[in-house]
């Protein structure tokens, strides 16, 4: 039986900003995927983006130097 873990996932205000995430995530190597929004959270898109929580730290400065725009950050325990 697969067990939850706690989970950092990022929130978007738009697709087009989750969108240009995945992009860019992917080109640099980040580690971590988009997912439908977890019902927990209430935000302006459908999508979110998931990853482990140690990479926290490294999200800020990715999310920053990237200038992408982003929403809210929460720790959930997900699958």
């Known amino acids: 039986m697969r067990k939850?873990?706690?989970?950092?996932v990022i929130t978007f205000s738009t697709t087009t900003a989750?969108?240009?995430?995945?992009?860019?995530?992917?080109?640099?190597g980040i580690f971590g995927r988009?997912?439908?929004l977890p019902s927990e959270i209430s935000a302006g898109c459908g999508l979110s983006w998931k990853t482990k929580l140690e990479e926290k730290e490294k999200m800020l400065v990715f999310?920053?130097?990237?200038?992408?725009?982003?929403?809210?950050?929460?720790?959930?325990?997900l699958y």
């Open 18 to 28: 989750a969108m240009a995430m995945e992009k860019r995530a992917q080109e640099m």
């Open 4 to 8: 939850k873990t706690k989970q950092l």
């Open 63 to 77: 999310l920053e130097e990237e200038k992408l725009k982003w929403e809210a950050m929460y720790e959930l325990e």
């Open 34 to 36: 988009l997912i439908p």
